[in-house]
């Protein structure tokens, strides 16, 4: 689940002699010295975030801010390809499926080595995986994993406890399972978060107070060297500060825009965009068990009073677009599907229906962090007004607290979101939002159809036959309406075209510094 929370450092190594001896020597020192810094280089690139706490140990992440960086130091065993439906070598230069579809076999890439000079080998990866599973058992992303076994120094076989068809696509997640160092977890244990050690093209240099995070590249990093030698996480803490940083060139590069700064930041001259598909959606929870929301009445008559295009293009700008279900449009065509629109006299007849004429008081949970949004819940507010329903605003200022609030029986409304851990299938997406048993369904939502569905998609290996079984699942979620969901954020990216000339991206949205190209 997406928790949105959001470091520059510059050396100069004076070459003072560059005769051919000095630079044969040089070169050989290159490759074989990892983590040293020839910071002559220019070859720099600071990003600016929100203040933020990092962790960046892959079995203990938490926010999508810790998930992009974390995606730079660590490798997974395979990745995915720019069209979200075939896989890329990762770790392993190959892998095959048994005709059970329940065991997994992977071949790793001879030579490859961690950032502390181990190998990459299968003793390595099998000990790290296991602790990350182990650290995550409420994860569905392992959920369905009996087993990992060595076969030899490079091929492992992972045995699943039933088919599980998009099993490939949750090991491309950036939430995944990830290759770290058994030495560095052996030597580091609990403070692997502090030092971090992957076979990833970069490698941790510092973390100064929280304020500034500096990765350097990994000398032996296979197949090419990173173009960008040193990138820099820099914290600023609000949003009145990006113009100078930009203008100062403290920042070149910015995630996950509010609409509202876009127009401030192109008044700057220097700065392009590059938008990203929308892969989370927010949404107005229920607690489906909960009076007077435990009738499907009631949570409908909410969606319908609510005038969700008009909040969606007022307040946001144009960095949302409005939702038509509970999935981002890169995971789900919904052709003719859609969730009814703003119909204030149908909502005034169901709550009538339900035995609620007059309306009702219900609490509404929400996370106190941007003004923004805060403007929408007073509008929200203002909307169930009309139809005689009044909400009590409470506001939590952690994502801790509201998810412990959400989980409580006695919840009733809340504002939530769900970003999507695996791209490529919609179910991981679906199984951890509806299926009862799923320890993140917040939405307290049981339906036995969907769960039964559920579990018959992760087993389908025809394509066409499993989208259909989404379909017909996203068809009883909307009949049901344990949320309203309210848009998906678009996210932009904002870079500094006068030194970036292209800036690429994989498919989960995050910036591949290795190769970014320079003006």
């Not at 600071?46 to 706490?53: A, H, L, N, T």
């Not at 390809?81 to 892998?95: H, I, Q, R, V």
């Not at 369904?441 to 079984?469: I, S, Y």
């Amino acid at each position: 689940m997406y928790r949105i929370k959001r470091l520059v450092e510059n050396f100069d190594l004076k070459l003072l002699y560059s005769g051919p001896s000095f630079a044969v020597l040089f070169y050989v020192i290159l490759f074989f010295c990892s983590g040293c810094d020839f910071s002559g280089s220019n070859n720099k690139i600071s990003e600016g975030i929100e203040s933020v706490i990092f962790n960046l140990d892959p079995a203990t992440i938490k926010t999508p801010e810790d998930n992009r960086i974390v995606s730079l130091i660590y490798e997974p065993l395979v990745g995915l390809s720019d069209d979200y439906k075939t896989f890329e070598p990762g770790l392993a230069e190959k892998w095959s499926v048994s005709s059970d579809q329940r065991s997994y076999f992977f071949s790793l890439k001879p030579g490859i080595f961690f950032q502390d000079n181990s190998p990459v080998n299968t003793e390595a990866l099998v000990f790290a995986f296991q602790r990350q599973m182990r650290l995550n058992l409420d994860s569905p992303l392992f959920s369905m994993i009996d087993s990992i076994h060595i076969i030899d120094s490079l091929t492992m076989r992972f045995t699943l406890k039933y088919p599980y068809t998009p099993f490939l696509y949750t090991l491309t997640s950036p939430v995944g399972l990830k290759g770290v160092s058994k030495k560095a977890i052996l030597k580091y244990g609990d403070k692997l978060a502090e030092h971090p050690v992957g076979s990833g093209p970069y490698m941790f240099k510092k973390l100064d107070d929280n304020s500034e995070l500096v990765l350097t590249k990994f000398e032996l990093y296979p197949n090419h060297l990173p173009n960008i030698d040193q990138i820099s996480f820099k914290v600023y803490s609000d949003y009145s500060e990006i113009s100078n940083y930009f203008k100062e060139s403290k920042i070149d590069l910015l995630y996950l825009i509010p609409g509202f700064y876009i127009d401030r930041l192109k008044w700057l001259g220097v700065v392009d965009y590059q938008v990203l598909p929308a892969t989370s959606t927010v949404m107005i929870g229920f607690n489906s068990q909960s009076p007077p929301f435990h009738l499907p009445e009631v949570r409908r008559a909410v969606l319908l009073a609510i005038n969700r295009e008009k909040l969606v293009y007022n307040f946001l700008r144009g960095n949302s677009i409005p939702a038509k279900g509970p999935l981002p449009p890169v995971l789900f065509n919904y052709r003719e599907i859609t969730q009814p629109g703003y119909n204030p006299e149908k909502a005034a007849e169901l709550l009538a229906k339900a035995g609620y004429p007059h309306g009702f008081r219900a609490s509404f949970y929400y996370l106190d962090r941007y003004r923004a949004r805060n403007t929408i819940f007073e509008a929200i507010k203002n909307d169930l007004e009309k139809a005689g329903i009044k909400l009590n605003l409470i506001p939590f200022y952690s994502w801790e607290e509201l998810e412990a609030a959400c989980r409580s029986d006695t919840s009733q409304v809340y504002w939530t979101a769900w970003g999507t851990d695996v791209l490529g299938d919609p179910e991981n997406f679906l199984y951890s939002l509806f299926h009862s048993s799923s320890p993140h369904n917040l939405l307290h939502f049981r339906n036995n159809a969907v769960d039964r569905l559920l579990e018959e998609a992760r087993r389908e290996p025809d394509r066409q036959l499993r989208e259909e079984l989404y379909r017909q699942i996203v068809e009883l979620v909307l009949r049901d309406v344990p949320a309203v969901f309210m848009y998906h954020v678009i996210p932009v990216y904002a870079y500094n075209r006068n030194k970036i000339e292209k800036l690429p991206l994989d498919p989960y949205g995050h910036v591949q510094y290795q190769n970014i190209v320079l003006r």
